[in-house]
Nanobody, 120 residues
Framework: VQLQASGGGLVQPGGSLRLSCAAS????????LGWYRQAPGNQRDLVAA???????NYADSARGRFTISRDNSKNTIYLQMNSLRPEDTAVYYC???????????????WGQGTQVTVSS
């Protein structure tokens, strides 16, 4: 499974960005797709995740400002980020979990990161 993330960039505090992550390759279904982020010197932490059926989970720092959504027909997830703060600056990674190919369960997969910088 290949995960292609896009949409990062430089934005001023209070601004918005929309990240996209498209999954491609050989798989039957992906149970959970999520966004993680990692700032320099920090560990990689969950931002938001969404299950195939639509259930969502958010980090406290993201709840109320960020919205994760999913288009199963396109195997794509989105992260709408509003009211961005300098502390949101990080490399954002998407992750696929619970990947099935026919009867096999495949290992979780990470995409390449996309840089989000919030600065005036």
């Amino acid at each position: 499974v290949q995960l292609q993330a896009s949409g990062g960039g430089l934005v001023q505090p209070g601004g918005s960005l929309r990240l996209s992550c498209a999954a491609s390759g050989r798989f039957s279904s992906i149970n959970v797709l999520g966004w993680y982020r990692q700032a320099p010197g920090n560990q990689r932490d969950l931002v938001a995740a969404i299950a195939r059926a639509g259930g969502t989970n958010y980090a406290d720092s993201a709840r109320g400002r960020f919205t994760i959504s999913r288009d199963n027909s396109k195997n794509t997830i989105y992260l709408q980020m509003n009211s961005l703060r300098p502390e949101d600056t990080a490399v954002y990674y998407c992750k696929a979990m619970g990947i099935k190919y026919l009867t096999q369960i495949l290992s979780d997969n990470w995409g390449q990161g996309t840089q989000v910088t919030v600065s005036s």
